[in-house]
């Protein structure tokens, strides 16, 4: 496990150390961790992480994996989360960004991820906007805010692959299973190959290319981890394939 602390990163500030503090020792208790690419987080420039959503408890791994890395976790979150009392507060005095989905206030989450990248930070995606609903549990086609802030600011574009919470956490399920211990994998690939589409206007075919791109990297690292071939084909969140897929045999990975 690599871990860097960069000194032009900003201050993960004392109330995000003091959640660290409190969760670390039981969460490490509970699974096992698995971290690999930390060399890949970029130490001294702002970046985009993409990553697969495979259970609701997966953010709280992967932004383990990255305070490990020395960078502190931004994420753009739903800001029905953000705005309930004393829990939003808590996530909002941790930089967290509010998306106000629909509204005319939707625009300024972008505008928030793309201020944050230019001081150096690193902002988190989850593109898919949702758990996985494919029946394999494979990431599904991607949403454009990810690739929107890479090509509009020039940052690179860190994909992460998950597994491990959905096996605690089963997705959209509330009951976790503790035994036998499960370990948590977060894998970081070097940064997505955009440098071709950089400098072009940003429109929707340019959009979608680095999308699919994203995707497939993401796609590609979680079949390392779950030693498994992944479809090849990734599916849409609207596509109704999805619940017509059989679920496939899982390899698991106890730790």
């Given amino acids: 496990m690599s871990t860097q602390t960069p000194s032009s990163r900003r201050d993960p500030g004392w109330i995000l150390r003091l959640i660290v503090a409190l969760l670390r020792a039981p969460v490490t208790a509970m699974v096992g961790r698995r971290w690999n690419g930390g060399e890949n987080i970029p130490p001294h420039e702002g970046f985009v992480i993409a990553a697969n959503h495979v259970s609701h408890i997966d953010p709280i791994m992967l932004a383990h994996f990255l305070y490990d890395n020395g960078a502190p976790p931004r994420y753009l979150a739903k800001a029905a989360i953000l705005d309930v009392p004393v829990l939003g507060r808590i996530l909002r005095s941790t930089g967290q960004i509010p998306v106000y989905r629909g509204t005319s206030n939707a625009a300024d989450a972008y505008s928030a991820a793309c201020a944050a990248v230019e001081s150096g930070e690193g902002v988190i995606f989850y593109p898919e906007g949702t758990i996985t609903r494919d029946p394999g549990e494979w990431p599904m086609g991607g949403k454009s805010g990810a690739a929107r802030v890479a090509l509009t600011t020039g940052c690179p574009v860190i994909p992460i692959a998950q597994w491990g919470p959905n096996l605690f956490l089963a997705p959209y399920t509330a009951r976790p299973r503790f035994l036998p211990r499960k370990t948590m994998e977060v894998t970081a ?66 730790g």
Avoid: C, F, N, Y
Avoid at 214 to 237: F, N, W
């Fill in 189 to 254: 690939g070097p940064p997505v190959d955009l440098d071709d589409l950089r400098g072009r206007e940003i429109t929707h075919e340019v959009l979608a290319e680095a999308m699919d791109r994203i995707m497939a990297a993401i796609t590609e690292l979680l079949a390392g981890i779950r030693g498994e071939v992944p479809p090849a084909e990734r599916l849409s969140l609207h596509d109704p394939r999805v619940k017509q897929r059989p679920r496939p045999a899982r390899l698991t990975k106890e």
